[in-house]
């Protein structure tokens, strides 16, 4: 796996955006952060719930937006 960004015009800039943006959509950073310290089942357990329920309550605020509620 490689995310390669090219450089246009000499705007590194730009090109650092978007390889940030593509790092972070991929989850490399946070798979990362995850991996530095062991983490117990069980606290793998409530994060990853936790995550889920702020997931379905921003799916829902969207399409009660969507929806004009």
């Not at 960004?5 to 390889?19: P, S, W, Y």
């Not at 989850?27 to 995850?34: C, F, H, N, S, T």
């Not at 089942?41 to 329920?53: A, G, L, Q, V």
Request: one cysteine or more.
């Amino acid at each position: 796996m490689s995310i390669t960004v090219e450089v246009r015009k000499g705007n590194v800039e730009q090109a650092m955006r978007v390889l940030k943006r593509k790092v972070q959509k991929e989850g490399i950073v946070k798979e990362l952060r995850e991996r530095q310290s062991y983490e117990k089942p069980s606290e793998k357990k409530r994060r990853k719930r936790k995550e889920n329920i702020a997931n379905c309550k921003k799916e829902k605020k969207k399409l009660e937006r969507q929806r004009g509620y």
